[in-house]
């Protein structure tokens, strides 16, 4: 699926990749799992990844793994059932949102300035 870009050019964008955070509340990572496994039956999980932040702060950037099968992971009060059948996308949030700070804080355009449109309110 593809949607118009709103600069009256006719191009369009499609969505490349979803990412969903697999962490949360009780139940949320069971049924992100589930989620993907249903996505890989229909052969349309190519376009969905799972993320969940890694709690280290000298961990790697952005690592896939694959949760370690048959085991019970206790998370709160929850038991979660990983079979390694799932792909999980580690990221190192603490690194990603201070480079993200960085370049926000740019002031010259060039490599990783970030440009805003000129119709945002100045409160943005």
């Not at 799932?86 to 190192?92: E, H, W, Y």
């Not at 990603?96 to 449109?117: A, C, M, S, T, Y």
Request: hydrophobic share 30%.
């Amino acid at each position: 699926k593809s949607y118009p870009l709103d600069d009256e050019s006719g191009r369009r964008m499609a969505i490349l990749k979803v990412a969903c955070d697999s962490g949360g509340e009780a139940g949320v990572t069971t049924k992100a799992y589930e989620y993907y496994r249903n996505l890989r039956k229909q052969k349309l999980h190519r376009h969905f990844m799972l993320v969940k932040g890694a709690s280290q702060f000298n961990a790697t950037l952005i690592r896939q793994t694959y949760p370690s099968p048959g085991k019970q992971r206790k998370k709160g009060a929850r038991k979660v059932t990983i079979r390694g059948d799932v792909p999980l996308l580690m990221l190192n949030t603490h690194q990603i949102k201070d480079g993200v700070i960085n370049d926000l804080q740019r002031e010259f355009p060039g490599p990783r300035f970030v440009h805003f449109p000129h119709w945002l309110p100045e409160s943005f």
